[in-house]
């Protein structure tokens, strides 16, 4: 994989966080960042700057210490809305602009925002120019494939996206239709990447290094974004890099190192947050993480019910270390027979 270039900026790699609303906050950009993506962006932030001054939307902007180039993603359905929140959010220290074609979530939607947009390519055209008009940094954008089955027009935005001065594209191989249901398709990705100029980068399903390679050679693509796979696994991204720059899978992570990172990320989300909502928002990184270890669920039980800070990180160590000790106790096990 080849470096990308957004506009003036040249990423390290072409393996992107992806924006998820509730889940790429500062900390975890932080982290992604240093664990190997090549360039995250922020959670999803509304065009409607009359509510911006909720503390939810506050958080969710631009902060000191966010990873350079510091990409921003904005949605509303309103052309002018969405220019006058892209000029705001580039004063505010944005580098790039990422507009949000692609989230199919029903109060997205119903404002006629995220995928809704894919239904009037008009409209779409309108955005995209208004946008790429109002601010001097790159816009990039991210959309499905389409609406639904029949109405895979993805094609058709990639290339009005184009036109419009788009600096790369982001494709997640469903439709609107599809949410996150069934299997991602590459076909119309590989379409668009014979289509346009500009860099593509593929989204949906990337849950391995293995799969990363194939849907980059399957696609063309310049890059991926990848999203869930790297909830409770942000090393998935060194990972990727690894493998797709030797052909060699890197080792899991240890124990030791999982804990580390775990914990680190507990105490960058209780700075960021404060004491109450912090231990709140933990609570779902932390099922995250331990999703696949044994006992992992048991335990998210008990976490679940503590209130403060240092009682989620005594508890977090206390289960490492009983997982240590259970290990040990199979290898000994192994050792006597």
Same mark, same amino acid.
Not at 34 to 62: C, F, H, P, Q, Y
Not at 284 to 295: E, M, R
């Given at each position: ?28 950009? @932080? ?32 902060? &000191? ?7 921003? @993603? ?51 055209? &309108? ?35 184009? @036109? ?29 990447? @014979? ?111 503590? &209130? ?30």
């Amino acid at each position: 994989m080849s470096a990308v270039r957004i506009g003036p900026y040249t990423l390290s790699n072409g393996l992107i966080l992806a924006p998820m609303a509730g889940v790429t906050d500062q900390p975890f950009r @932080q982290l992604c960042r240093r664990l190997g993506a090549g360039l995250v962006v922020s959670e999803m932030i509304t065009a409607d700057m009359s509510l911006w001054n909720s503390r939810k939307s506050r958080l969710r902007r631009i902060h &000191e210490g966010d990873p350079e180039p510091r990409s921003v @993603q904005i949605a509303g359905g309103d052309a002018q809305m969405l220019a006058a929140a892209a000029k705001a959010n580039v004063e505010a220290g944005a580098q790039i602009i990422d507009i949000n074609m692609g989230c199919p979530a029903k109060k997205v939607c119903n404002k006629a925002a995220g995928s809704a947009l894919l239904r009037d390519e008009a409209l779409v055209a &309108e955005i995209l120019e208004a946008v790429v008009g109002a601010v001097d940094v790159p816009v990039t954008l991210k959309i499905r494939t389409g609406w639904d089955h029949d109405n895979r027009n993805g094609l058709a935005v990639a290339k009005i996206a184009e @036109q419009s001065g788009i600096s790369a594209l982001a494709v997640h191989g469903r439709t609107r239709a599809d949410l996150y249901k069934g299997s991602a398709e590459y076909d119309t990705i590989a379409l668009i990447k @014979q289509a346009v100029s500009m860099p593509v980068f593929a989204n949906g399903d990337i849950t391995s290094p293995a799969k990363a390679a194939e849907v980059l050679r399957y696609t063309g693509a310049d890059g991926l974004l990848i999203g869930r796979a790297a909830q409770g696994r942000p090393w998935i991204f060194r990972e990727i890099e690894h493998y797709l720059r030797t052909g060699d899978y890197l080792p899991a992570p240890g124990l030791e190192e999982v804990e580390r990172i775990l914990l680190d990320h507990l105490a960058a989300l209780h700075a960021f947050y404060g004491d109450v909502m912090g231990v709140r928002i933990a609570r779902k990184h932390v099922g995250w993480y331990l999703a696949t270890l044994p006992g992992g669920r048991e335990f998210r039980a008990g976490f679940n019910g503590l &209130e403060e800070t240092t009682a989620q990180c005594a508890r977090v160590r206390e289960f490492f270390r009983e997982h240590d000790m259970n290990l040990e106790a199979k290898d000994g096990e192994g050792v006597a027979a």
